[in-house]
């Protein structure tokens, strides 16, 4: 199904990563007062639909967005996990019987 909102969505998407740079690089400044002024949303941006294929067939009319240009519930599956203990803690819970139980306190 095309998107028919597919360049408003690339653009949704590239304000909010130039916005997370500019208050990244802030973060790695120590977050001096005051914080940095972001650019304000395109005035065209704002009743952005999620436009996602619902199981009903129709474009999902959410305007309630995060920062992948979806809502909440059209956000895609996760990528799984990153770090190192995020995969260990990955292997763990995958195990038969799931992650370890709390022991019986001693009597
Ligand atoms: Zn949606």
């Given amino acids: 199904m095309h998107d028919p909102y597919s360049d ?7 304000h909010h990563e130039l916005c997370s740079a500019l208050l990244q ?3 790695a400044r120590g977050c001096p007062r ?10 065209d941006l704002w009743d952005l639909p999620c436009g996602a294929k ?10 309630t967005l995060y920062f992948g240009g979806r809502c909440k519930w059209h956000g895609g599956l996760s ?3 990153k770090s190192e203990a995020g995969k260990e803690q990955s292997r763990i819970n ?7 139980k709390r ?4 009597l």
């Fill in 103 to 106: 022991r019986k306190p001693d």
């Fill in 34 to 43: 005051p914080p940095p002024k972001t650019p304000p949303l395109p005035d």
């Fill in 8 to 14: 408003k969505r690339r653009r949704w998407r590239e």
């Fill in 25 to 27: 690089q802030w973060e």
């Fill in 79 to 81: 990528t799984g996990p």
């Fill in 54 to 63: 619902t199981r009903a067939g129709t474009p999902c009319k959410i305007t």
């Fill in 94 to 100: 995958g195990r038969k019987g799931g992650r370890p």
